[in-house]
């Protein structure tokens, strides 16, 4: 098959749980060869590709910790020989350590939060602009960086380094848009709130969506498939003259 025949793909960091898995199977429904990345939950991960699969698309999962530059390219050349090309980059991996004030928090934990949902993120946008990028001979395509709610709100109380993680996350996303927007790369990131995930169980409270859900506007909590809709869209076509934007996926709040 010719290569600009082929369908698109989607690579989708943390794509084994929560808005990643959610992210992969509504690609596969719009078409898309799904790649994602994990950490530690392979069975997790190979329920997704199998889910993939049944749609008729093609898909992989490789083991990658995005905070580590050489699993990265590794994780890189691995979908350059499966597929040859991508398409759309799905920065979703992230770290949520146990809610906790600002004086408890340990220098490691600081350093691994930041690792992973700052640094990973650029080191995977590298790797993506090196394929994207006209000035590397690419067709262009998309980076959607999943930040939190928590960059504008700061979490206080839970997760200051968390939301300042975040918060570094969107400063890239701003400077990272303008630097690629010539080379046919659109960069846009998604604010999701407070949505039904495992992920409020890594902070120690996995009723937190529920215990909080009267502060948000329209009274209830998200869905993943909710976001995965926002990341859908900013993919497409249909999005096609936004960079550099923030898409709050919160219920108002």
Sequence with gaps: ???????PVILITGGSRGVGAASARLAAIRGYDVALSYVSNETAAQAVVADVRKLGRRAMARQADSADPVQVARLFDAI?????????????????????????????????????????????????VRRMAYRHKGRGGVVINISSASARLGSPNEYVDYAASKGALETFTTGFAKEVAREGI???????????????????????????????????????????????????????????????????K
Aim: hydrophobic share 40%; glycine share 10%.
């Design 186 to 252: 659109r960069v846009n990131c998604i604010r999701p709130g407070h949505i039904y995930t495992e992920m409020h169980a890594s902070g120690g409270e996995p009723g937190r969506v529920d215990r909080v859900k009267d502060s948000i506007p329209m009274g209830r909590g998200g869905q993943p498939e909710e976001v995965a809709r926002a990341v859908l869209w900013l993919a497409s076509e249909e999005a096609s003259f936004i960079t550099g934007t923030f898409l709050d996926v919160t219920g108002g």
């Design 80 to 128: 350059d020989d499966e597929f040859g090309r991508i398409d759309v980059l799905v920065n979703n991996a992230a770290i949520l350590e146990r809610q906790s004030r600002l004086e408890d928090l340990g220098f490691a934990r600081m350093q691994r939060v930041f690792a992973v949902n700052a640094i990973g993120p650029i080191l995977c946008a590298q790797q993506a």
């Design 1 to 7: 098959m010719n290569a600009d025949t082929q369908a």
